[in-house]
């Protein structure tokens, strides 16, 4: 499941909670989280308060927030909910984190094969799904919640293909 703030991610986690399964929620890895154009805030941040909460937050070392990067309006948000920090800190649920190219490719890939658009939100929780398959038995099952719809992410995706020299 993607995670910006938590909130959908959290509804979705809720009904597995009590149960034996592995939970991975995936934060944007923006440009990379070796530099500081990411939202990874659990994989990246530190402790701090945010809205009244303790959670982890991008933020400098005075505490001032730091603005986060995400190719997705959805996952750049600086902080993460507390339910998401209690469960990181937990071991309940493990957090990693996608990158925008990662998050395009996973888009690309569902869009040609199955002729589903995603919004780049939901590509990022698909790009670790796809890889994390990989290891899995036959017998196992993956669920992928696909939070949203690409519609709304045309104009970004086509911002994407002009600088790669991908359309007219």
């Known amino acids: 499941m993607p995670v910006g703030g938590g909130s959908n991610a959290i509804g979705m986690y809720r009904a597995f909670l009590d149960e034996e399964v ?4 995936v934060e944007a890895a923006g440009k ?4 500081p154009l ?4 659990i994989t990246k941040g530190t402790k701090g308060v945010i809205h009244g909460s303790l959670t982890y937050l991008i ?15 959805g996952l750049d948000y600086p902080g993460i909910g507390p339910e998401h920090a ?3 800190a937990s071991g309940r649920v493990q957090y990693v984190s996608a990158t ?7 888009l690309k890939l569902l869009t040609e094969k199955e002729g589903i658009l995603p919004a780049i939100e939901t590509a990022h929780a698909l790009a670790k799904a796809f890889e994390v398959s990989k290891t899995m038995n036959e017998d196992e099952i993956v669920l992928v919640c696909l939070s ?5 992410d045309v104009h970004t995706l086509m911002n994407v293909l002009e600088s790669e020299g991908k359309t007219k």
């Open 32 to 35: 990379g989280i070796d530099t």
């Open 22 to 25: 592995d939970i991975i929620g």
């Open 148 to 152: 949203g719809r690409g519609d709304k």
């Open 100 to 106: 925008d190219q990662e998050a395009l490719d996973a």
């Open 86 to 88: 209690y469960l990181h």
């Open 59 to 73: 933020q400098d070392e005075f505490g001032q927030i730091i603005e986060p990067y995400s190719i997705s309006a």
């Open 38 to 41: 990411h939202a990874a805030t």
